[in-house]
């Protein structure tokens, strides 16, 4: 019998998430059946914290991470 519930997510590319995390975030968003999934980069702004920040991930890594969730 098919779930009557519909979900919504929302998903940040994050500038930090390590790969072990991005591979279980995908996992669990693959195992649910999700109506609409919102995705977006992370992106710096200046003026922030978060504009200098050490250690970030690629614009690449998130590019392609986005693309990857966007499949779902």
């Known amino acids: 019998m098919p779930c009557p ?11 930090r998430k390590r790969e072990k995390n991005f591979i279980e975030t ?7 059946n999700i109506s609409y999934l ?3 980069s992370y992106s710096e702004r200046r003026n922030t914290k978060a504009f200098i920040m050490n250690n ?3 614009q690449k890594i ?3 991470r ?3 969730f ?3």
């Open 70 to 72: 966007r499949r779902l």
């Open 56 to 58: 970030s991930i690629s």
């Open 62 to 64: 998130r590019y392609k």
């Open 26 to 32: 995908y996992s669990l968003l693959s195992e649910i």
């Open 38 to 40: 919102h995705v977006f």
């Open 5 to 15: 519930w519909r979900v919504r997510c929302n998903c940040r590319i994050s500038r």
């Open 66 to 68: 986005n693309k990857i």
